[in-house]
């Protein structure tokens, strides 16, 4: 029970990460609140059982006031933020940098580095010193990735995003860290696979070393090491959790 009475903000809850990593810290008995994009996505929450408080959300994270608001929504709860995981992202159509569509690039770019950007800029004067932040990147946030220019230039900059806030802010005990999975089962992953691997039945699980795809339970565990005291001399730090897809 490493979170009992931390107060955690988790955005992009909704999807396959988001419920695994809500799920995990709430077992550990963090308070949360899941930041969703739909109201929808809400009725997603609802398997888990809460061994802390689980509060949602709706909010679009590109959106200033929406972004203000879940973060005043979580100071409000409960008058400080310990950790905030900033994890909502997007990924469209593969396509070659000549024939990738300005709208698509315009729009990953808007969610994943827009918005992982507001998040620590409204989250971070509500947090407690001391706190801890996980900035969700990627495998190819460090490695390039053809057909996807938009989606991996998102998460080489939330890398960078990720080092300029960890310097920034480790004068007041904050720590800034970024996950970055590989392939990991989940409808972006597998999405991503169809169009890649067209007329094939090849998966991204072949192509690692571990011969598998991860799990979201796999980057659950990573992000709540992450923001644990467990990894509290670690801050501005990319940790990949890919099954070696990686390693050179």
Same mark, same amino acid.
């Not at 955005?11 to 949360?32: M, P, Q």
């Not at 938009?150 to 939330?158: E, F, Q």
């Not at 990894?231 to 940790?239: C, D, K, L, Q």
């Given at each position: ?6 107060? =955690? ?5 909704? !999807? ?31 398997? =888990?059982? @809460?061994?802390?408080?689980?509060? &949602? ?9 929406? *972004? ?29 940098? *000549?024939?990738? @569509?300005?709208?698509?690039?315009? #729009? ?5 580095? #827009? ?10 004067? #509500?947090?407690?010193?001391? !706190? ?48 970055? @999975? ?17 007329? &094939?039945?090849?998966?991204? !699980?072949?192509?690692? @070393? ?17 923001? &644990? ?14 099954? !070696?897809?990686?390693?050179?």
């Amino acid at each position: 029970m490493r979170f009992t009475g931390k107060n =955690i903000v988790i955005t992009g809850a909704g !999807g396959d990460l988001g419920l695994a990593i809500s799920e995990r810290l709430i077992s550990e008995g963090a308070n949360v609140l899941a930041v969703v994009e739909r109201e929808e996505e809400r009725t997603k929450l609802d398997k =888990i059982s @809460p061994q802390g408080v689980l509060e &949602s959300f709706v909010a679009d994270v590109t959106n200033t006031e929406q *972004v203000k608001a879940y973060a005043e929504k979580a100071f409000s709860l409960w008058g400080a933020i310990d950790g905030f995981v900033n994890n909502a992202g997007i990924q469209t159509r593969v396509r070659p940098i *000549v024939d990738f @569509p300005e709208a698509d690039f315009d #729009r990953v770019m808007a969610v994943n580095v #827009r918005g992982v950007f507001l998040g620590m800029k409204y989250v971070f004067p #509500r947090m407690r010193d001391g !706190g801890s932040v996980v900035n969700m990147s990627s495998a190819l946030g460090v490695v390039g990735g053809a057909g996807i220019v938009a989606y991996v230039g998102s998460k080489h900059a939330i890398v960078g995003m990720t080092k300029t806030a960890a310097l920034e802010v480790g004068n007041r005990g904050i720590r800034v860290n970024a996950c970055a @999975p590989g392939p990991i089962a989940g409808s972006m992953t597998f999405k991503l696979a169809e169009e890649v691997f067209a007329g &094939s039945d090849k998966t991204f !699980g072949e192509t690692v @070393p571990l011969g598998r795809h991860g799990t979201p339970e796999d980057v659950a565990g990573l992000v709540a090491f992450l923001l &644990s005291d467990d990894s509290r001399y670690a801050t501005g730090t990319v940790h990949a959790v890919d099954g !070696g897809f990686t390693t050179p």
